[in-house]
């Protein structure tokens, strides 16, 4: 079974703080994505990877950073966190394939509390 | 930009049947479809892809009408189990999964 696994399920920290978000997925998968949901809004994009030190921005980039440095782990950072960013997140991996051709396995989350 | 899915909520009665729909103003390659229950990660559906292709669950369809934009999907003779958040997510064309906002859909007994 492909398994991603999240470092943190709770997380709070203050407003300022550096915040670091870890991914780990099991099953050499290419693409990798960072995604926040927020009641009411769906899942929405922040960034995505599809190899080893590359990275896009998604629809909301802004506040955010990425780290992909091996290609089973994909890093969030939040340069100084705010209130605003509080908020479940997810990360998702999934094969290389044409055109959005292979399923998303999604993380477990980790609700961040931003205070 | 965003799919846009309807209904927001569905309650709906074991044995009835739901549709949910979702719709793009960008040409699309392909349609994710994702269940997700409370406190749990989403987990894949389906997937449609542009010229026909289907990959996922046997209990479940969908459509897409690649020239008009749209996803349906299509849950008959619903069970308690199928309550939950339903996400659709599109690929424009950019390798990006962008998803809706969710339906969520409650079964009663």
């Known amino acids: 079974d492909v398994k991603v696994t999240q470092s943190s399920r709770y997380l709070v920290k203050r407003t300022g703080e550096k915040v670091f978000l870890e991914c780990v997925q099991d099953?050499?998968?290419?693409?990798m994505f960072w995604y926040r949901q927020d009641p009411g809004l769906g899942l929405r994009l922040i960034y995505f990877s599809y190899d080893v030190k590359m990275k896009e921005k998604g629809d909301i980039p802004e506040g955010y950073s990425v780290s992909r440095e091996k290609k089973e782990r994909f890093s969030l950072i939040l340069e100084s966190a705010s209130t605003n960013q509080t908020s479940m997140y997810l990360c998702?991996?999934?094969?290389?394939?044409?055109?959005?051709?292979?399923?998303?396995?999604f993380g477990p989350g980790t609700r961040l509390t931003v205070t | 930009q965003q799919p846009v899915q309807s209904p927001q909520a569905v309650i709906l009665r074991e044995g009835e049947d739901a549709v949910i729909n979702c719709s793009s103003s960008?040409?699309?390659?392909?349609v994710h479809w994702y269940r997700q229950k409370h406190g749990e990660a989403p987990v894949f559906l389906m997937i449609?892809?542009?010229?026909?292709e289907q990959k996922g669950h046997e209990k479940i369809s969908a459509s897409f009408n690649e020239k008009k934009q749209q996803s349906s999907l299509y849950l008959t003779a619903s069970q308690l189990s199928y309550s939950g958040t339903y996400f659709c997510g599109t690929e424009r064309g950019d390798d990006k999964i962008i998803f809706g906002k969710g339906t969520r859909l409650h079964i009663l007994p």
């Open positions: 099953m050499d998968h290419e693409n």
């Open positions: 998702a991996s999934s094969p290389l394939g044409w055109r959005g051709s292979y399923e998303q396995y």
């Open positions: 960008k040409a699309l390659y392909s």
């Open positions: 449609l892809l542009k010229g026909g």
